[in-house]
T-cell receptor, first 115, second 115 residues
Framework: GAGVSQSPRYKVTKRGQDVALRCDPI?????LYWYRQALGQGPEFLTY????????KSGLPNDRFSAERPEGSISTLTIQRTEQRDSAMYRC?????????????FGPGTRLLVL | AQSVTQPDIHITVSEGASLELRCNYS??????LFWYVQSPGQGLQLLLK??????LVQGIKGFEAEFKRSQSSFNLRKPSVHWSDAAEYFC?????????????FGTGTLLAVQP
């Protein structure tokens, strides 16, 4: 595709509901990253994949957060039993190869609001 | 702990004036360093990156950055700012040779450009 896409762009949910955020990386990109960005802050690393393998999930805040990339392409970030503190912009990025030297291309983000 | 610090939350410059955005890092060794720009409603875009070698790095849109080991800094510069440069700028770093591609971002500097 032309770039990284994310859906939905905006999500409003009630506390306690589960949400699934989707990331569609640039075609052929090996690595896929998830970040969370609170207002007035820089992006905060959550997790990343090379192909379908989750390489580092140390940034996931707690066990309510999970991510998968089952076929090495599209990825889903799932937040269970959402809380108000989960409200943020969730950003996805992809890169051509697995090296950190490769440029990460970011999507437009999903703005999540938990009421 | 590894960290990236951007001391200036907000900077205003006049169009045509020069610009310098500060970034300091704290790592056990020299990390890989990056500057990203985020325009309103857009994803982050890579401006430039430093891995090794020449400490003055050229990027896109007329930006450059200078790595100074003695000051643990990687400041972003532009000789003459254009109104379209108004955006938020993020410095980021990752541990060189580490087992993960975990990118750590600073909190960002919001740049306003006066006519």
């Amino acid at each position: 595709g032309a770039g990284v896409s994310q859906s939905p762009r905006y999500k409003v949910t009630k506390r306690g509901q589960d949400v699934a955020l989707r990331c569609d990386p640039i075609s052929g990109h090996v690595s896929l990253y998830w970040y969370r960005q609170a207002l007035g802050q820089g992006p905060e690393f959550l997790t990343y994949f090379n192909y379908e393998a989750q390489q580092d999930k140390s940034g996931l805040p707690n066990d309510r957060f999970s991510a998968e990339r089952p076929e090495g392409s599209i990825s889903t970030l799932t937040i269970q039993r959402t809380e108000q503190r989960d409200s943020a912009m969730y950003r996805c990025a992809s890169s051509l190869a697995g090296s950190i030297r490769e440029t990460q291309y970011f999507g437009p983000g999903t703005r999540l609001l938990v009421l | 702990a590894q960290s990236v610090t951007q001391p200036d939350i907000h900077i205003t410059v006049s169009e045509g004036a020069s610009l310098e955005l500060r970034c300091n890092y704290s790592y056990g060794a020299t990390p890989y360093l990056f500057w990203y720009v985020q325009s309103p409603g857009q994803g982050l875009q890579l401006l430039l990156k430093y891995f090794s070698g020449d400490t003055l790095v050229q990027g896109i849109k007329g930006f450059e950055a200078e790595f100074k080991r003695s000051q643990s800094s990687f400041n972003l510069r532009k000789p003459s700012v254009h109104w379209s440069d108004a955006a938020e700028y993020f410095c980021a770093g990752v541990l060189r040779g580490g087992a993960t591609n975990k990118l750590i971002f600073g909190t960002g500097t919001l740049l306003a450009v006066q006519p």
